[in-house]
C-alpha cells in the first residue's frame, strides 16, 4: 500500500531499529515506547488489522513472539511484557497496518493496561455470552 508507513518501513523507504526478519514477518523498535525495547512486530504483506490478515500468520506470529520477547526481556533485565494489538480507532488502532506491541514489563514502571469494569450480574454475564455463542456459530 502506497501510503502505509509500516509497507514503507517494510520495503526499506523509511529506516527503521529493525529486530527481527522472516519471510512473512518484520520486527522493530517503536519510535514512542512504552518502555524501552517496547517493539513492534507486523505481517510485510498489508493488511489493516487481525479480521483481514491471512490466519496462517497465526503460527508465524507466535513462534516469532517466543524468540524475541525473552531478547527483549534478557537485554532489557525486564521482569515481564505484554504483547497486544489494537483494532479500530477506537480501540486506539492509529496505523492502519496490523502491528502486535511486545512491551517489556518493570515493577511499578506506571504503564497502564487498561480500567477494569464489572457486570452488574452473573444473569448479564450469561446473557452476554449466549448473545456471543449466537453471532460465532
Given at each position: ?25 518484520y520486527a522493530f523498535l517503536d519510535l514512542n515506547p512504552a518502555n524501552k525495547g517496547h517493539t513492534l512486530l507486523i505481517p510485510k504483506e ?50 492502519f497496518h496490523l502491528h502486535w506491541h511486545i512491551i517489556p514489563r518493570f515493577e511499578n514502571d506506571g504503564v497502564p493496561l487498561w480500567k ?22
Amino acid at each position: 500500500m502506497d501510503d502505509c508507513i509500516f509497507c514503507a518501513i517494510v520495503q526499506g523507504k523509511i529506516p527503521s531499529a529493525k529486530v527481527f526478519e522472516s519471510d512473512k514477518l518484520y520486527a522493530f523498535l517503536d519510535l514512542n515506547p512504552a518502555n524501552k525495547g517496547h517493539t513492534l512486530l507486523i505481517p510485510k504483506e498489508h493488511c489493516t488489522n487481525i479480521l483481514d490478515v491471512d490466519p496462517i500468520i497465526g503460527k508465524e506470529f507466535l513462534d516469532a513472539v517466543q524468540r524475541i520477547a525473552p531478547a527483549i526481556m534478557h537485554v532489557t533485565s525486564a521482569q515481564g511484557f505484554n504483547v497486544f494489538q489494537n483494532n479500530g480507532k477506537v480501540a486506539g488502532q492509529e496505523i492502519f497496518h496490523l502491528h502486535w506491541h511486545i512491551i517489556p514489563r518493570f515493577e511499578n514502571d506506571g504503564v497502564p493496561l487498561w480500567k477494569q469494569g464489572a457486570y452488574d450480574s452473573q444473569e448479564e454475564m450469561n446473557r452476554l455470552a449466549a448473545a456471543i455463542k449466537v453471532q460465532i456459530s
